[in-house]
């Protein structure tokens, strides 16, 4: 098997690639792949936003692997991931992270304890409702489907009833997120030994068909020595890349988009430091519009109302490769747009690398001042909170609404 490796937002490499392969890495889009015009079966690749490893297999070819490495180092781009998941429980888990310096070993040990973890005290085990056709009467029997569908036959019974199994909706989702850690390539032999000790456990929980839609959870009491382990696995799930491209081409992996991952940790770490100031936030703001008449709609990253629903502060993160010009101009446009349809004298605007740390702007006429801050990700967890809590108190103060 051929392996490529690339890095987040590098500049274009060439690599020989049979030309099916070269074809289904552009039409995935996962990376920018075009012919090499001064070389034979050469392509040019360029790695976006998307870190991770996946495989491109085409009939007839050798598969091949590319693996993406973030700029961010492994331990803090989990860290953003953990935190953006559940604030609460992100130092859970520790792995030892100089083992490790690509994200599918380093994700797959990580959850791997996660899981030993929530299956120490045993398998969770809980009631499901089920509705069939049954040839015994068990639990109630659903007179009006039976009906309907027998008319006056009395066999089979349409019963409903409710058994107490391991066949929930949290075993479905550990087992189908061990599943797929299993299929990845890169997965240490130990974690994989422990993973298929682990799924040999779920065994009586429901697979999870391909391409189905994960199983829904809610958090409970019950279930809270799981939910580390389940908010890890809607992520393995989520973050699956299975495409089906013409001619029996497949591109399969698991990729993190930096972008999304870092817009989930500014607006869930801002949203936990402004508690301290009073009002809450939304994320992913509905209900926005630009024009009086509600047809244009807009959904900024975070924002903040007072008590008596007031819009106080609006923010968006911005995932950007630094430009040689500084940071897109359209990003001011976007959040002069929100400041005027919210009525509020400022905005903030948020990146993950650019220029200076913070720079100010107020717009002509308008007297609105629209703010750039830069996170530092390669500082340390502490550094990276302390940040977004100077940035909290910032925002706090620009809406007339700081705590001491």
Request: proline fraction near 7%.
């Amino acid at each position: 098997m051929t392996g490529i490796q690339l890095v987040e937002h590098a500049p274009h490499t060439t690599h020989d690639l049979p030309a099916a392969i070269g074809r289904a890495l552009a039409a995935s889009r996962i990376v920018d792949a075009a012919p090499d015009p001064y070389r034979t079966e050469g392509w040019r690749l360029r790695a976006g936003s998307k870190v991770g490893a996946f495989v491109v297999r085409a009939p007839g070819e050798d598969p091949v692997t590319l693996r993406i490495t973030p700029k961010v180092p492994i331990a803090h781009l989990f860290f953003l991931l953990g935190y953006a998941l559940n604030p609460r429980i992100h130092q859970e888990g520790t792995v030892e992270v100089s083992a490790h310096t690509e994200l599918v070993p380093f994700f797959a040990q990580t959850y791997e304890r996660a899981q030993e973890r929530a299956l120490r005290q045993g398998v969770l085990q809980g009631y499901r409702h089920t509705e069939e056709a049954s040839p015994v009467l068990r639990g109630r029997l659903r007179e009006t489907d039976q009906v309907r569908r027998h008319h006056g036959r009395l066999f089979p019974l349409e019963v409903a009833y409710d058994e107490y199994t391991t066949d929930i909706p949290e075993n479905r989702l550990l087992r189908a997120a061990t599943e797929r850690l299993l299929s990845l390539p890169r997965v240490p032999a130990g974690v994989r030994r422990s993973l298929q000790h682990q799924r040999a456990r779920l065994i009586d929980a429901e697979p999870l068909l391909r391409g189905a839609a994960p199983p829904r959870w809610r958090p409970s009491r019950l279930n809270l020595r799981y939910q580390p382990a389940l908010r890890l696995a809607e992520t393995v799930l989520r973050r699956e890349s299975p495409e089906h491209l013409p001619g029996d081409v497949t591109v399969d992996g698991f990729l993190l988009d930096m972008n999304k991952l870092f817009e989930d940790f500014v607006c869930v770490a801002l949203r936990e430091a402004l508690t301290a100031h009073g009002g809450h936030c939304a994320l992913q703001a509905k209900g926005v519009h630009l024009d009086a008449d509600g047809t244009i709609r807009m959904r900024p990253d975070l924002l903040r109302y007072g008590d008596d629903g007031r819009p106080l502060n609006v923010a968006d993160a911005k995932y950007k490769a630094q430009k040689p010009d500084g940071l897109p101009d359209a990003d001011l446009y976007q959040m002069l747009a929100y400041c005027t349809a919210l009525g509020l004298p400022e905005g903030h605007l948020i990146y993950a690398r650019g220029g200076a740390l913070h720079a100010s702007h107020r717009v002509r006429n308008a007297g609105i001042v629209i703010h750039q801050h830069v996170l530092d990700l390669e500082g340390t967890p502490a550094e990276l909170l302390g940040t977004v809590r100077d940035l909290a108190h910032l925002m706090a103060e620009g809406a007339g609404l700081a705590s001491p």
